[in-house]
């Protein structure tokens, strides 16, 4: 069974336990950064993405998490954790793990639609998944290794490259578990 780690610093840590659990691996909340070790992917959840770099910054977990990508090892950043994936967030001087080449809108949607559901098409796993959008960012922009994964109103909502995974909306909050499972078979591989 493969070790599934969920950054445990601030947001929706624990649905995101119970989505991996229920995709057939371990799933292990990572509050330090030595845990990296024991783990084979890591999820970066949904929450504030500004408030999640603060406490990334006090438990001094930055390197430690751009090594653990650049060792070749999967990361799925799911809202928040798509932010903090990007390398350039539109009107913001700098990025934060820098890992993914693209560019993303924070709170893309406007303040009416905070938060709401919508149908996605997601591209090799799902023809239909309700995708869940809490102030969620888009990705406006992607570079030439990102393959995109789902639109949603011509934005790009999911992506992929290489062995890091992102989505905008958050795949925990429901019982459909597709995304989470395909994220741990990017993982056994
Ligand atoms: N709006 C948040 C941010 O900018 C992301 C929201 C979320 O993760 N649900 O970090």
Do not use: W
């Not at 995708?131 to 639109?151: C, D, H, N, S, W």
């Not at 905008?168 to 429901?174: D, K, Q, R, S, Y």
């Amino acid at each position: 069974m493969v070790k599934i780690g969920v950054l445990g610093l601030q947001g929706a840590v624990r649905e995101h336990i119970r989505s991996v659990e229920a995709s057939g691996a371990e799933g292990i909340i990572i509050k330090y950064k030595e845990q990296l070790a024991d783990i084979d992917g890591l999820i970066i959840p949904g929450g504030e993405s500004t408030t999640m770099r603060r406490l990334i910054d006090k438990y001094d977990f930055l390197d430690a998490l751009m090594d653990f990508g650049q060792q070749g090892k999967p990361i799925f950043g799911t809202c928040a954790g798509l932010i903090l994936l990007a390398n350039n967030i539109a009107g913001q001087a700098d990025a934060h793990l820098a890992l993914m080449d693209m560019k993303v809108e924070r709170n893309a949607f406007g303040r009416q639609r905070e938060s709401f559901e919508a149908e996605v098409e997601l591209e090799g796993i799902a023809d239909s998944f309700e995708a869940v959008f809490i102030r969620a960012p888009y990705i406006m922009e992607v570079g030439p290794e990102v393959e995109v994964l789902a639109t949603y109103q011509d934005k790009i909502v999911a992506a992929r490259q290489g062995h890091y995974l992102c989505s905008a909306f958050h795949p925990e909050l429901t019982d459909d578990h597709r995304l989470t499972e395909y994220f741990v078979k990017m993982v056994e591989k």
